[in-house]
């Protein structure tokens, strides 16, 4: 059986007869955290959060920027062709059950950025204003073709959040 048959939403790919693979579903909605209602977006950028603070402290400190780069180039490159097979069997442009976007955007979020939970608060709450808002040019990315569009927008988001966490620590209102 595949597993994005039984996503909500997902009655083109049934009529058309074709279906996302498992790894794709997995991927693109989180292990499933984007079925979590409201707001699953929210949600996928909560767990993020909540993994990057728990598997920070597993990083010598030193090594958390690199890292946190990897990851984030790691899951854009798997999230867009994962994204891409989503919107196609699901026939949405962007499906709100797709938050492997909002994974690399909130990872984005926290390059270079201490981890202390009044910075993986506010970088969680940057992160989700700027996803929604989508201050120019980011609401420009959206426009771009599959999952490259659905994944490029939360990126440009993530940088806003990161631009603003970084001159928070520059002018010494967010501690180190």
Known sequence: MNVSNDLPGNTASRAQGSAAPAWATLTATLFG???LHPGPGTWGSLATTVIWGVLGHSIPANWRPAAAIALAVIVVLIGIPAATRIARASGVKDPQFVVIDEVAGQ???????????????????????FDILKPPPVRQLERIPEGAGIVLDDVGAGLYALAIMHLLLHFGILMK
């Open 33 to 35: 955290v984007g079925h």
């Open 107 to 129: 990872l984005i979020t926290f390059i270079c950025v201490p981890l202390t939970w009044k910075s993986l608060l506010l970088g969680f709450i940057l992160f989700r204003v």
